[in-house]
């Protein structure tokens, strides 16, 4: 956007909208379980035994938090190949 034309700022900037977007994504999950939408990856609620109906209800047990953690993680691995 700036004309920089530099392959380490477009890799640093790739992982920081990546991080970026799946913050978004579960700070967004309250609002869309209320209206019956989950848009969290299926496969890593499977792992711990977690369905839809589970953020649709609200539910605040350890395997529901443990999603929680494990997406958020993938943002912080993103943040830690910037640095």
């Keep these: ?3 920089v ?12 909208g990546k991080a970026q977007g799946i913050v978004t994504c ?3 999950t309250p609002y869309h379980s209320t209206r019956r939408k989950v848009f969290l990856p299926m496969d890593i609620c499977m792992s ?11 539910k605040q ?4 938090r ?3 953690y494990d997406i958020a ?3 912080h691995i993103h ?5």
């Design 1 to 3: 956007i700036l004309g």
């Design 5 to 16: 034309r530099d392959i380490h700022a477009d890799h640093a900037a790739s992982h920081i």
């Design 26 to 28: 579960l700070r967004a």
């Design 48 to 58: 711990h035994g977690v369905s839809q109906e589970d953020f649709i209800r609200g």
């Design 61 to 64: 047990e350890k395997n529901v």
């Design 66 to 68: 443990d999603v929680i």
């Design 73 to 75: 993680s993938q943002a």
């Design 79 to 83: 943040l830690e190949h910037v640095r």
